[in-house]
T-cell receptor, first 112, second 117 residues
Framework: AQSVTQLDSQVPVFEEAPVELRCNYS??????LFWYVQYPNQGLQLLLK??????LVKGINGFEAEFNKSQTSFHLRKPSVHISDTAEYFC??????????FGGGTRLMVKP | GAGVSQTPSNKVTEKGKYVELRCDPI?????LYWYRQSLGQGPEFLIY????????DSGLPNDRFFAVRPEGSVSTLKIQRTERGDSAVYLC???????????????FGEGSRLTVL
């Protein structure tokens, strides 16, 4: 079985400040890792993904994430956030069982 | 189509009624997923289709929930004798992946918001 834990349910931050959204996972097999973003009243959009290779992956809108196998983490970062980044962010893991398992989500609230 | 399409976008029903939610995946995608997202929570897996067959239905909460994909394209999620606890956003997603070889990159629709009064 696999599971995903997003430690922070809400992260308030001021505009232009850096942000890190934390994600830890557990799985008995190799996984692929994802971050999805959900803007208000919209569907889920893929932000970035780790399949293999470099552990630092870059996504859309200036976000990046680092896969750390020893710590089973996949934290999401952005060096300078904008008001438009206000949204719900979901970390997810996928394995060969063909199921994508989501964390509970982190609400990023960017304040002016 | 250009993306995953879900209808209706909103459905309000009364307790005990029957509901159908439709999903039209991206053309050519063989895998189709249903998830349920309750307020303030992450999406929870319900069922996964590979072609016409349900490859994994372990997430369906009880026998009031059923889903079909008769021609390997459009899918319908059916909920019998709805309860207030069924209120949620039901998300559909599709992907190119075939069994055992997918990368997990799912493309989501905007969801069907179900409210049971």
């Amino acid at each position: 079985a696999q599971s995903v834990t997003q430690l922070d349910s809400q992260v308030p931050v001021f505009e232009e400040a850096p942000v890190e959204l934390r994600c830890n996972y557990s799985s008995s097999v190799s996984v692929y890792l994802f971050w999805y973003v959900q803007y208000p009243n919209q569907g889920l959009q893929l932000l970035l993904k780790y399949l293999s290779g470099s552990t630092l992956v870059k996504g859309i809108n200036g976000f990046e994430a680092e896969f750390n196998k020893s710590q089973t983490s996949f934290h999401l970062r952005k060096p300078s956030v904008h008001i438009s980044d206000t949204a719900e962010y979901f970390c997810a893991v996928y394995n060969a069982g063909n199921m994508l398992t989501f964390g509970g989500g982190t609400r990023l609230m960017v304040k002016p | 189509g250009a993306g995953v399409s879900q209808t209706p976008s909103n459905k309000v029903t009364e307790k005990g009624k029957y509901v159908e939610l439709r999903c039209d995946p991206i053309s050519g995608h063989t895998a189709l997923y249903w998830y349920r997202q309750s307020l303030g929570q992450g999406p929870e897996f319900l069922i996964y289709f590979q072609g016409t067959g349900a490859a994994d239905d372990s997430g369906l909460p009880n026998d009031r929930f059923f889903a079909v994909r008769p021609e390997g394209s459009v899918s319908t999620l059916k909920i019998q004798r709805t309860e207030r606890g069924d209120s949620a956003v039901y998300l559909c997603a599709s992907s190119l992946g075939t069994s055992g070889s997918g990368t997990g990159e799912l493309f989501f629709g905007e969801g069907s918001r179900l409210t049971v009064l």
